[in-house]
Each structure stands twice: as structure tokens, then as C-alpha cells.
């Protein structure tokens, strides 16, 4: 970690390099000899760059809250517990002033809260959805990415070693999902395409437990039948047919 810090710090580069340039060249150097990744394969990079990342925001965040209230600068931490436990109003109008400023850190709960926004805005704009859908990585059935990867070496055998293997190069797996995803859309859903047209899409990645990647989103066609008013006809239509039926069997046990 330290070596990492102390690279992007040399003061006598040609060019100045940030930290999100830096970071992503890591992520695809590649040790020919030993045939590695050693940064993107390290068991605590990934973590180190998030937190590094995240960091770099909140205090940018910070930085910027400040000059714009120059009267909260004089408070300290042991004062902001107190007011915490007291639920002292200024504090309050303090946490509401500040979670604006959380928009712009990714996973924050203030992040989420603005890309539902965006996305219930969307849906007003544009129309509902036409259905949702979720993308998985089956890792052991795709030849293409294991291959990908490294064709030299031996394959693994047992799912287990699949796993391994996929975690130890996951920044080529997500990389090579994102475009079969990518590349999915436009068959089906593009403009180019001979499938049906998309009036818009939104979707977002996950990992699993075990590191695998998959997506969740939904899309809109652009000759959108009215699945969603179709849907709520069906759903009448069977809650009708079930009064009728319990109606039935009511006066079949009257008549009997």
C-alpha cells in the first residue's frame, strides 16, 4: 500500500498523473513472466482503491462544504456528539445541509436516494418500463472469457477452482461482462439491431457473495403496447374470476 501511495507522490513526472489514471493502470498491468496481475490480483487492492477513492471524495466534499458555511467551521467533533445526543435543532438543519453534499459519494445512502430520484423521473418523463430483467455471468460455461484470460495456462478443474481462478483476474471478468451486456442491448434493443427498439434503459451492476458480477435493470420499448395497463386487466380479470368461483362453491354448499 505504501509503494502504491509513494508512486502516484513523484514529484518529477513529465506529466501529472491522478489517482483515477493511476488506479486503472494497475488494474491492467500485466507481469508477462510470471504471467500476473500483481496489482488487480492482490487480495486487498480493490479494497485499497475503493477506500482511496471514496475518501478522496468525502473530502472534496467536505472542502467544499465549508466554504460554503464558514459558520460551522469553529465546531468540533465532541460538540456535534453532544448536540447528537441532545437532538438539538441546529444540528439537525447541519445533517440536512450536509446530505446534499453525500450525492456525489458513490454508495452513500444520500448517492441512492439521487439515482432513485432520477430514475422515478425518468419513468414520469418517458413512461413505465415494458418488463425488468436480470444478467448473470455463468464464469465455467464461457470458453471465450477463459480463454481471454490466459490461454497458456492450465484451466482449473473443479468449480471451486473456477471460482478461484475468476477472482483472482476480476477486473478482466467484469470488463468482459459489461460489454457482452453492452453488446446484448444493442443486438436486441438497439438502434442497429433487429430486434425491438428501446425507448430507454437503466440498469445496475451487483456482486455476489462470491464475487461473481450481475445486473439488474428494466427498459422501455419504444412501441410499448401498454404491458402495464394489459397487466393490471389481467390481474381484475383474476380476482374477478375468483369471486365468482367462491360465489359458486357458496351456493353449491346452500343448495346441498
Request: glycine share 4%; net charge positive.
Amino acid at each position: 500500500m505504501w509503494y502504491w501511495r509513494c508512486h502516484l507522490q513523484i514529484p518529477n513526472r513529465e506529466r501529472k498523473v491522478s489517482i483515477n489514471k493511476a488506479m486503472k493502470h494497475y488494474l491492467k498491468y500485466y507481469d508477462p513472466i510470471r504471467k500476473v496481475y500483481p496489482f488487480a490480483g492482490h487480495a486487498r487492492f480493490l479494497h485499497y482503491i475503493q477506500d482511496l477513492d471514496e475518501r478522496a471524495r468525502i473530502q472534496s466534499q467536505c472542502a467544499i462544504y465549508l466554504q460554503k458555511n464558514e459558520s460551522d467551521m469553529h465546531l468540533t467533533l465532541q460538540e456535534l456528539k453532544e448536540n447528537c445526543s441532545t437532538n438539538d435543532p441546529r444540528l439537525v438543519s447541519i445533517m440536512n445541509r450536509m446530505y446534499r453534499y453525500g450525492e456525489n459519494i458513490l454508495g452513500s445512502p444520500a448517492s441512492f436516494v439521487r439515482h432513485k430520484k432520477k430514475l422515478l423521473s425518468l419513468i414520469e418523463r418517458k413512461g413505465s418500463p415494458s418488463f425488468w430483467f436480470t444478467l448473470s455471468l455463468p464464469n465455467w460455461y464461457w470458453k471465450a472469457l477463459q480463454d481471454l484470460i490466459d490461454s497458456d495456462a492450465p484451466k482449473p478443474q473443479s468449480r471451486q477452482d473456477w471460482r478461484k481462478w475468476f477472482y483472482d483476474y476480476q477486473h478482466i471478468v467484469d470488463q468482459h461482462f459489461l460489454k457482452r451486456a453492452e453488446a446484448f442491448f444493442d443486438t436486441f434493443f438497439g438502434r442497429d439491431g433487429e430486434g425491438m427498439h428501446r425507448s430507454w434503459i437503466w440498469y445496475r451492476f451487483d456482486w455476489q457473495k462470491r464475487g461473481n458480477i450481475h445486473l439488474h435493470g428494466m427498459l422501455r420499448l419504444e412501441h410499448d403496447p401498454g404491458f402495464l395497463k394489459l397487466g393490471d386487466k389481467v390481474i381484475r380479470g383474476r380476482k374477478a374470476l375468483h369471486r365468482l368461483h367462491m360465489i359458486r362453491q357458496s351456493k353449491l354448499q346452500y343448495s346441498s
